[in-house]
């Protein structure tokens, strides 16, 4: 199987505009869950998507949004960028069954100037 | 409040020591499932071994295996006979309750081995 694609892979934007980031999960996979990971705060959990309805939020700002699409793609978008959304975001697909494994991608770099 | 504690924050060994990571945790509930994940260069993060609260029974896969006791809220995770391979980040992370995929994080440990 394929594993977790996350596009783009490096992303460089400036401060004020909005982002969109993408990822598509495992074959199967119906979890979606996406992560900020920086050097000062490690590895944050964003939100969560099952069948396209979002389960679970970490605590980020309204500026940082998701969806997830009826193919079990999902998307963030970050509105209004700030020098501090400089990050590796990553995606993590999951099965949803019993065994809580997540699977994660290779990320997107977004650099914000 | 931090869920899980990685203490040590660098580790540097030579090619064939053994390496064990600490990783203490902090949760209410009586469910939950504890996990190492591995961030090499690259920057993926790699799963490596899951255990629910349930199973205290410790395992080796491997060259990895795990101590993982409730009493302390402890999930430590050795490597053994370490190779320059295994130089990167290790997160020790939680997940609470049923139905629960949200990933708590510790600050990870770095690991690099010298050949």
């Known amino acids: 199987k394929a594993g977790v694609t996350q596009t783009p892979r490096y992303l460089i934007k400036t401060r004020g505009q909005q982002v969109t980031l993408s990822c598509s999960p495992i074959?199967?996979?119906?979890?979606v869950s996406w992560y900020q990971q920086t050097p000062g705060q490690g590895l944050q959990f964003l939100f969560e998507?099952?069948?396209?309805?979002?389960?679970n939020k970490g605590n980020f700002p309204g500026r940082f949004s998701g969806r997830q699409f009826s193919n079990s793609r999902s998307e963030m978008n970050v509105s209004t960028l700030e020098l501090g959304d400089s990050a590796l975001y990553l995606c993590?697909?999951?099965?949803?069954?019993?065994?809580?494994?997540?699977?994660f991608g290779p990320g997107t770099r977004l650099t914000v100037t | 409040a931090q869920k899980v504690t990685q203490a040590q924050t660098e580790i540097s060994v030579v090619e064939k020591e053994d390496v064990t990571l600490d990783c203490v945790y902090e949760?209410?509930?009586?469910?939950?499932?504890l996990f190492w994940y591995k961030q090499p260069p690259s920057g993926e993060l790699v799963f490596l071994i899951r255990r629910n609260s349930f199973d205290e029974q410790n395992e080796i896969s491997g060259r990895y295996s795990w101590n993982f006791q409730k009493s302390t809220s402890s999930f430590n995770f050795t490597i053994t006979a370490s190779q320059v391979v295994d130089s990167a980040v290790y997160f020790c992370a939680l997940s609470e309750g049923l139905g629960d995929y949200k990933l708590s994080f510790g600050a990870g440990t770095t690991v690099t081995v010298r050949a």
């Open positions: 949760t209410r509930d009586t469910t939950y499932y």
């Open positions: 998507y099952f069948s396209e309805t979002q389960r």
């Open positions: 074959s199967g996979h119906r979890s």
């Open positions: 993590a697909s999951s099965s949803s069954g019993t065994s809580y494994e997540q699977y």
